[in-house]
């Protein structure tokens, strides 16, 4: 694992997120300086089994770390590095990544000890204590400013996918690496969109979570989604929806909320309560509430306009545990985690499943082993998380309309051709759909191959180097 390339020679390679969504990290090596690119769990392992391989790699030469997004997968492991490993080097996020960060590891923290198999600290990757240690430790970077530490640059860019999520460029000796973490590039409520960068890339680090799949245009998805869920709750049934507690449950709210409004007359007024249970909700919304700012022309326009924060919801109220819930009636319940894997969302799963006319709605992307995926197969009985020699009759409908904002393979070929950029590592996609985006995109640059433009794609498992040689072609500076 540790052979030492050529001084000219980039080295690349996965911990986690080659060929897999989940556990995100990737080491890149050029000019004696070692840069880490997020620090992520994988969503359907627990304790130990969620890491990145760190055992396949020295912690202590890392310089920088850059964490892309809040998202689990891409940060939920940066306390364990930070307080349990050799690590040493400087951690760098957004301010709103940041401020998100620490409620909502606080929750994981919560989550995975009583979801943990043997109900002990045991498993437990950290704990309270190292989260608040290591979130002293987190430096901030703005969009568009530039950090140089001994000879590394690093820009953060926007990305869009959730609140503060960002794109690093970084630049050693002249070559520039882009990596794009989750992005996505359509229009969005609240977001904006990820933008490329001014200065070209020798090398792009890009998601594949879609392949070459292709989304439905964004204004049929919001159709299909109010519409199921209206038809739902007019026949007494209740909609759940399995949201990742912070990020794209809020722009599901901005299109509930004035759905909502749209149709008072039938839904207003608590006749049907559109709940969000978190017991990060109050706590979350403020910090949304705090980085308007941060937001796209559309939303900052209406906070102006009406003078009210766009994330104070008229129908939506807040739930901090389910005893709480008074659950008569139809309502519309959305709750974390996102992939059912335990905790609220999991135990409501459960108790409304075995009710033909309910409604289980999945909107982000579900990763291969969490219940989530399961569900998506129809299964006539679920496990109970409870009780692991029990099942639960599962009668209700499931659907699923993707509001995970990420790129389809559309969105993702323009912004790689805009990128422009020779050689292209392809991470964070399931092996079977990055291998047919590789086939996509080398076809798509099939004339070019043998030129001095020929287009290099990569798509390596975790733990495999990938050496890319830069041979005088650039000038130090
Ligand atoms: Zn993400």
Not at 43 to 50: D, I, N
Not at 254 to 263: A, G
């Amino acid at each position: 694992m540790m052979e030492t390339s050529g001084k000219n020679s980039l080295r690349f390679f996965a911990l986690g997120g080659g060929n897999e969504v989940g556990r995100s990290c990737h080491i890149l090596q050029f000019k004696g300086k070692t840069i880490m690119l997020d620090a992520g769990v994988h969503p359907a392992y627990q304790g130990y089994a969620s890491l990145p391989f760190y055992d396949e790699f020295d912690l202590s030469t890392i310089d920088v770390l850059l964490i892309s997004h809040f998202h689990v997968d891409h940060a939920a492991s940066l306390p364990y590095v930070m307080q349990k490993t050799n690590f040493q080097g400087r951690v760098f996020m957004t301010h709103p990544t940041k401020a998100i960060y620490r409620w909502l590891l606080r929750d994981f923290v919560r989550v995975t000890s009583i979801g943990s198999s043997s109900g002990g600290q045991d498993d437990n990757l950290y704990t309270d204590e190292d989260l608040a240690d290591s979130f002293d430790k987190i430096e901030t970077i703005d969009y568009h400013s530039t950090v140089d530490i001994n000879g590394i640059k690093f820009t953060a860019f926007h990305a869009g996918h959730v609140l503060g999520a960002a794109m690093f460029q970084i630049e050693i000796a002249g070559v520039r690496v882009l990596f794009t973490g989750d992005y996505s590039r359509e229009l969005d409520r609240h977001l904006n969109s990820a933008e490329v960068p001014p200065l070209p890339s020798d090398v792009l680090i890009v998601e594949s979570t879609f392949g070459t799949a292709t989304h439905e245009p964004r204004a049929n998805r919001e159709r299909k989604l109010t519409q199921l869920i209206h038809s739902t709750v007019s026949r007494g049934g209740r909609v759940l929806l399995p949201v990742f507690a912070l990020g794209r449950a809020q722009e599901i709210m901005l299109i509930l909320d004035e759905y909502w409004s749209q149709h008072a007359e039938e839904l207003g007024g608590g006749q049907v309560p559109i709940y969000y249970a978190s017991n990060l909700a109050k706590r979350c919304m403020s910090v949304f509430q705090t980085y308007v700012n941060m937001m796209n022309d559309d939303i900052r326009k209406k906070f102006r306009d009406s003078q009210t924060n766009p994330f104070i919801f008229k129908n939506i109220s807040y739930l901090k545990n389910i005893d709480e819930f008074q659950d008569f009636g139809p309502s519309v319940m959305l709750a974390s985690p996102g992939m059912l894997q335990s905790g609220l969302s999991r135990d409501i799963l459960e108790r409304w499943c075995p009710e033909a006319k309910n409604l289980v709605l999945i909107t982000g992307y579900s990763v291969e082993g969490t219940m989530a995926k399961f569900l998506m197969l129809e299964p006539d009985t679920i496990p109970s998380i409870s009780n692991a020699e029990a099942t639960i009759p599962r009668r209700c409908q499931i659907e699923e309309i993707s509001f995970a904002a990420h790129v389809d393979f559309q969105e993702n070929l323009e912004f790689i051709e805009k990128i422009s950029a020779p050689n292209i590592i392809l991470v964070h996609g399931e092996s079977n759909p990055m291998g047919r985006l590789k086939s996509a995109l080398l076809s798509n640059f099939a004339s070019l191959k043998g030129t001095e433009g020929e287009v290099h794609v990569f798509n390596p498992r975790n733990c495999i180097d990938v050496i890319l040689e830069f041979k005088g072609v650039k000038i130090a500076k």
